[in-house]
C-alpha cells in the first residue's frame, strides 16, 4: 500500500512539473484519457481545455499549421454543406458532434507544440489509463459470465457495451499495446500489461483491426526493435504459427468464419443485427448476395463485411442516379437516401424491439465523406491521412506509424469520424503527432 502512495505521488509530481512546462499538458492528457467516458464527461474536459487556452491568449501568437489545416477546412465543409442539404435538419443536429474539428485544431495554432518528451510522456500516460479501463472491462464481463454462463459477454460489443463499440475501442487499446511493446527494456510489469492488452485486442474480435494490429506487430518485430534483426527464419515461423493460433480458438475464429462460410452454415449469431430466433426462414446473406441481389426480404440478415458491400452497392447506385458528386448530400443527410433504397430493396427496416438496417450510416469513412460532403469532403480525408503518413514515415516513431495505419484501416470499415468519440480520438492524435514548431520565414 505505501509502494503504491508513493507511486502515485510521484506520477502527480511529474503531471504537475510538465503542467508547469506546457499550460495545456494536463487538460490534453484528461481529454485523451476521458475518450471511452461518457460524452458528458469528456465535453467538460473540452471546455476546460479550451478555458485553458484562453486563459493564455495574451502570451500566445498565431503559429499557422498546414498540416493540421485541413481538419478545420473538413469541419468548415461539413457546415457548408446545410445550405445544400437535403435534410437541413439533420445537418443542424450533427454539427455539433464535430466541432472538435474546428476547437482542438484552432488552439493548435494558437500554442507551442508539446515537445517530443512530453509527447511521449502524454502517450505513457494515456496508455496506462487505457490499462485501467481494460481491467474495469474485464472484471466487469468476468463478473457476469459468473452470474449467466454466458461466454459472449467476454467477447465483442458485449465486452465494452455496443455504444463504446469494440471496433473503436480495439483502436484505443492498440495504441497503448504499442507503447508498452516497442519499450526496448521493459520490467515484469510492462511486459505483462502488454499482454494483457494483446489478449484483449483479440477480445474485442474486430476482424479488420486484428489482422492489421498482427501485421503492425511483425512489422515492429521484424524491422523496428533490436531483437528482431536477431530472429532466425526458424523463430519467425513459430511466431507466426502461434499468432495465427489466435484464429482459430473458439469466438474468435468464429468472428472470422461467418464472413466467408455458406449461407447453410452461418450462424445468425455474427449479423450486424441480433436475429429474433424464433423467426421462420431467416437467411444470412453473402458477400455477393449483398452486391448482386435485386430484391432482399425482411427474413434476409446481414454480416459485418457483407452489410459494408450492401452500403457500397447503395452509394455506387445513388451517384450513377444523381447529379451529387461535387456536394454531396449534406452532413448526416444521406440517411434518407439509404432509407429509400431499403424501402426499394425491401431489407429489413425494424420493428418495436430494434432498429433497422436503413438506420445505419455507410461504415466507411472514405465513401461517408464522399456521399454526404462530395468530392472535396473526399479529398479533405484523403489529404489528411496522406500528410498523417507522410509525417509517421518521416519521424520513424513507430507509435506515429501504428496510429497512421490503423485509421487507414479503420476507415475502411467504420464512419468513425461521424462519431464523437472518433473526432475527439483522431483529432487530438492527429495534433499531437503533426503539429510542429513555429518557423519564422527566411528573409531574402
Known sequence: MENTLVFLSNVWQDLKQENKQHFLFLPFLLLLCTIPMSYGVNNVLLGVFLLSVLLKIKEIKLNFQYSIF???????LMGTSYFWSIDTKATLKAIPKE????LIPLCFMFIKPFSIEQKQKIIKYYSFAMVVYVAFYLIKAIVRFLLSGDTNVLFYHELVTKEVNAIHVSVYISIAFFYFFTKEVKSRLETS???LLFVFVFLLSSKNIIIVFILLVLIEFFFFSKSGHKMRLRNLIVLGLIV????????????????????TEKSISHTVLDIDKSLEGVHVLSINEAWTNEKFTPNDFFPGTAFRVYQARMFFELFQEENVFWTGYGLNASYKKLEEKAIKYDVFRGNESQEGYQ????????????AELGFF??????TLIALNLKNATKSKDF???????LMISLFLTESFLWRQRGVM???LFYCLFNAKEYLPLKKL
Open 425 to 427: 480520438f483522431f483529432t
Open 99 to 102: 466541432i472538435g474539428l474546428l
Open 244 to 263: 495465427s493460433s489466435f484464429l482459430f480458438v473458439g469466438k474468435i475464429k468464429d468472428r472470422f468464419k461467418a464472413e466467408f462460410q455458406s449461407n
Open 359 to 370: 438506420n445505419k450510416n455507410f461504415h466507411n469513412q472514405y465513401i461517408q465523406n464522399f
Open 70 to 76: 485541413p481538419l478545420i477546412a473538413l469541419f468548415l
Open 193 to 195: 500489461i502488454a499482454f
Open 377 to 382: 469532403g473526399f479529398l479533405i480525408l484523403i
Open 399 to 405: 507509435i506515429q506509424i501504428a496510429f497512421a495505419v
